[in-house]
T-cell receptor, first 112, second 114 residues
Framework: SQQGEEDPQALSIQEGENATMNCSYK?????LQWYRQNSGRGLVHLIL?????REKHSGRLRVTLDTSKKSSSLLITASRAADTASYFC????????????FGRGTQLTVWP | EAGVAQSPRYKIIEKRQSVAFWCNPISGHATLYWYQQILGQGPKLLIQFQNNGVVDDSQLPKDRFSAERLKGVDSTLKIQPAKLEDSAVYLCASSLASGSETQYFGPGTRLLVL
């Protein structure tokens, strides 16, 4: 079964705008990860945030985690057409074996 | 560093036929995963290997799906016989070890069952 639920399912913005995607999950976690998938391609790891962290940055990406609300958000600042892709959050459900549980994803379209 | 390789990239078969997918993980990665991604959904784990041993195959439909990782490197995933609902993208991923958080994905094999 899916673990994370991304919101919104689809997001359409203009280049230069910021894009915010949210993820909710149901169980305890060790960490939460965000991945990007371009159409017809595999997934690319973007960022990992551990359960004892509240915010993390990587370039134009900012991820927050609220374990009390079991939710995370991914912010992409100054978006570019090349950011057009599907974005997935994934959790480990507290396991240390490496298995990931993915949500359904948010389809982001950035118009030039 | 070469990424995860998968072949074929596309496959079209008729229901009840058999099909096999191949994956070559990143060199030195002990853990290998096979995921099924149905259109519009996120990937779902089918099986996880640590070297050549199975760590988790709880979501693998064992009546028709099988997978092996001989010598702890390459892996093959087989479906026999295929059903219409097996139409999906099959993704292979690898990581340094179980518990290593970052997984590296291959481009996937897109399967269409007619």
């Amino acid at each position: 079964s899916q673990q994370g639920e991304e919101d919104p399912q689809a997001l359409s913005i203009q280049e230069g705008e910021n894009a915010t995607m949210n993820c909710s999950y149901k169980t305890s976690i060790n960490n939460l990860q965000w991945y990007r998938q371009n159409s017809g391609r595999g997934l690319v790891h973007l960022i990992l945030i551990r359960s004892n962290e509240r915010e993390k940055h990587s370039g134009r990406l900012r991820v927050t985690l609220d374990t009390s609300k079991k939710s995370s958000s991914l912010l992409i600042t100054a978006s570019r057409a090349a950011d057009t892709a599907s974005y997935f959050c994934a959790t480990d459900r507290g396991s240390t074996l490496g298995r990931l549980y993915f949500g359904r994803g948010t389809q982001l379209t950035v118009w030039p | 560093e070469a990424g995860v390789a998968q072949s074929p990239r596309y496959k079209i078969i008729e229901k009840r036929q058999s099909v096999a997918f191949w994956c070559n993980p990143i060199s030195g990665h002990a853990t290998l995963y096979w995921y099924q991604q149905i259109l519009g959904q996120g990937p779902k784990l089918l099986i996880q290997f640590q070297n050549n041993g199975v760590v988790d195959d709880s979501q693998l439909p064992k009546d028709r799906f099988s997978a092996e990782r001989l010598k702890g490197v390459d892996s093959t995933l087989k479906i026999q016989p295929a059903k219409l609902e097996d139409s999906a993208v099959y993704l292979c991923a690898s990581s340094l070890a179980s518990g290593s958080e970052t997984q590296y994905f291959g481009p996937g094999t897109r399967l269409l069952v007619l």
